[in-house]
């Protein structure tokens, strides 16, 4: 059936073009095509499903800072309108997470908790800005410490939002990265905190990666751009948390 998808137009068809193709009743195609979504290799969409991209494996930081370059800043842009004032900030991994810490303004009384290097080397010359380095193994391919002892520190505290990246999204798996170890302190950074915060670019909505570590319903906010497609936003917003689309 994925293989089947795979030849079509934007990787979509019917229940009745697969069932056709396959030669199985349209019963047999729904209940298959179920299964493949819990697993999140595709999205139902009215009368038949879209095969999902996958994304298994993880590119450099300074390639990843590339993408979706002008989507980044305005999502950063409107990411630091949460920010509490005097408060404390756990921030993530990643690039659209290091455009974040850049979009800070100077003048921001703030507590940064972070194990993303590049930003806290950023918001460390800010003259109101507290920065507190989280501890763990250092990463070279996403500049960000990850380990037990990262998550350990992270089950100890008690902060006001976290801004927490993924390499995909979807209805089905929720948030997914690329490695266990960043999955846990992502995972530990969402329950330290009152307020979950999530930014994405459209290009990784509907695309799953190798571990999933939370549920939609577990998020306050979900920022991403305007190419975002209607039936995804949808889902997201279905599944609990506010969707904000910027651009």
Same mark, same amino acid.
């Given at each position: 059936m994925t293989d089947f998808l795979l030849g079509q137009d934007d990787r979509r068809a019917t229940v009745t073009q697969i069932s056709e193709h396959l030669e199985v009743t349209t019963e047999t195609v729904r209940r298959d095509l179920d299964t493949l979504e !819990? #697993? &999140?290799?595709?999205? !139902?969409i009215r009368g038949g499903a879209q095969l999902l991209d996958a994304v298994p494996f993880e590119v450099a930081l300074a390639a990843r800072h590339a993408e $979706?370059?002008?989507d980044k800043r305005r999502i950063a842009a409107r990411l630091i309108e949460e920010l509490p004032d005097d408060g404390v900030l756990v921030l993530d991994s990643g690039s659209l997470t290091l455009f974040t810490a850049q979009a800070v303004p100077r003048h921001a009384v703030l507590t940064v908790v972070t194990n993303n290097l590049p930003a806290a080397r950023h918001l460390a010359d800010y003259p109101n800005v507290r920065v507190i380095t989280l501890p763990g193994m250092v990463r070279g391919l996403t500049s960000a410490a990850v380990d037990a002892w990262t998550s #350990? !520190? %992270? $089950? *100890? %505290?008690?902060?006001?939002?976290?801004?927490? &990246?993924? =390499? @995909?999204m979807? /209805? /089905?798996? @929720? %948030?997914t990265t690329t490695n266990p170890e960043e999955a846990s302190a992502k995972r530990a950074m969402l329950l330290s905190a009152r307020r979950r915060v999530v930014p994405v670019i459209? @290009?990784? %909505? &509907? !695309? =799953?990666?190798?571990? *999933?570590f939370a549920a939609l319903s577990e998020l306050d906010l979900i920022v991403?751009? /305007?190419?975002a497609p209607d039936p995804i936003i949808a889902e997201l917003v279905a599944a609990g948390p506010e969707v904000v689309v910027v651009g």
């Open positions: !819990r #697993r &999140g290799l595709l999205r !139902r $979706q370059l002008e #350990r !520190r %992270l $089950q *100890s %505290l008690t902060v006001d939002i976290a801004v927490v &990246g993924v =390499n @995909g979807t /209805a /089905a798996q @929720g %948030l459209s @290009g990784k %909505l &509907g !695309r =799953n990666s190798f571990c *999933s991403t751009d /305007a190419s």
